[in-house]
């Protein structure tokens, strides 16, 4: 058998982060992802190896028993820790290669996150804090150069819109102690979304309300989800709400596995 030459000079190869953004589609990706707490002498592995896309669009539930580590995979997912094997790639950026600026950069523009806890600023207004996040882009994610940031009059409109669209829209100056739990985790929704981010990342972002108000801001996460063709990626304990989603994917033992929606 002839001895097989690849014809494509290693420099004209497109670099593996590269690679991974040509593919497009994936907005979150792992590769050989593993996480093992270590604390002195004290080590706690997680899991090691997980692959995972998540592709454009599509909706993606975690779920697992208490202590699988499915807040400390979307952790990892969302650049807020590092992994200790195996690589993330979140809009083709491969997280380790950027510095801690760039990679705040990145999680704001490409990213929203949902919270248990809705984690708003509780001395600005519902509609401050959806423009937040907006105001703070411009942070260049690559090279050295720093876009301009927007202006208030620039990202209100946007605010505004979304804080209507999750039944907000008389509630804009208020400040989050003067909304109720549901209303709060509404206006967090709003603001996971005002970057129009690629991808949502949610840990039980209902799980803190009743069943009713749950049921609401989760058909609002999914609606707001599908009209922006975000993607999302919720950990939930709540197999009702994972059987709705486009991917069921199970944390058991340290590997990760799909299941049936309509299994769970
Ligand atoms: N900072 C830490 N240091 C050491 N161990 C940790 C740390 N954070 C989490 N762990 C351990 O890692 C494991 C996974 O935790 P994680 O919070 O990801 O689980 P989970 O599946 O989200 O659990 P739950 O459903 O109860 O919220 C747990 O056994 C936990 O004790």
Known sequence: MSEHHD???????????E???????????????????????????VFDGLHLDVYAGETVAIIGASGAGKSTLLHLLGGLDVP?????????????????????????????????????LPEFTALENVMLPALLTGQAVDGDKRGKPPTVAEVEPKARELLESVGLGHRLQHKPGELSGGERQRAAVARALVN???????????????????????????????????????VTHDRSLARRLDRVLELHEGKLREVAPSSV
């Open 7 to 17: 014809p494509v000079p290693a420099t004209l190869k497109p670099r593996r982060d």
């Open 19 to 45: 690679a991974v953004a040509a593919q497009g589609d994936s907005v979150i990706r792992a590769e050989g992802l593993g996480k093992t707490y270590r604390e002195g002498k004290l080590n706690t592995p």
């Open 84 to 120: 200790t094997a195996g690589e993330v790639y979140v809009d083709g950026h491969r997280m380790s290669k950027l510095s801690d600026r760039a990679r705040g950069a990145l999680r704001n523009r490409a990213l929203g996150f949902v919270y248990q806890f809705h984690h708003l």
């Open 196 to 234: 129009r981010p690629a991808c949502v990342l949610g840990d039980e972002p209902t799980g803190n309300l009743d069943d009713r108000t749950a049921a609401t801001v989760f058909d609002l996460m999914l609606d707001l989800n599908r009209a922006q063709r975000t993607s999302l990626v919720l």
